[in-house]
């Protein structure tokens, strides 16, 4: 390949982001992954400790997260492991 063909290339495939937009936007992905399970966590406790209520809502919210992080590893990875983890993660959020 000549250098012409080389950046054609390169521009279309990073047409929409570049290589630092995609690394901000999986950090961010990363961060309200965290902010969501602290938040989740946090409520959690607080609701089987001061009022009593069953947390089964927010397990399935948590286990279908899991699911869908672990469907999408496996999407691009196509590893036989991560298939299996994404199907128990959502067996357990629908239960």
Same mark, same amino acid.
């Given at each position: 390949?000549?250098?012409? #063909?080389?950046?054609?290339?390169?521009?279309?495939?990073?047409?929409?982001?570049? #290589?630092?937009?995609?690394?901000?936007?999986?950090?961010?992905?990363?961060?309200?992954?965290?902010?969501?399970?602290?938040?989740?966590?946090?409520?959690?406790?607080?609701?089987?400790?001061?009022?009593?209520?069953?947390?089964?809502?927010?397990?399935?919210?948590?286990?279908?997260?899991?699911?869908?992080?672990?469907?999408?590893?496996?999407?691009?990875?196509?590893?036989?492991?991560?298939?299996?983890?994404?199907?128990?993660?959502?067996?357990?959020?629908?239960?």
């Amino acid at each position: 390949m000549d250098r012409e #063909e080389i950046l054609s290339h390169s521009r279309k495939d990073n047409l929409l982001f570049d #290589e630092r937009d995609r690394r901000i936007a999986d950090q961010a992905s990363v961060w309200g992954a965290i902010g969501m399970g602290t938040v989740l966590v946090a409520v959690f406790f607080i609701r089987t400790a001061i009022t009593g209520g069953d947390p089964y809502d927010l397990l399935a919210i948590g286990f279908g997260y899991l699911a869908a992080a672990n469907a999408y590893r496996w999407s691009v990875t196509r590893a036989g492991k991560t298939l299996l983890v994404a199907i128990l993660y959502a067996v357990v959020s629908l239960g």
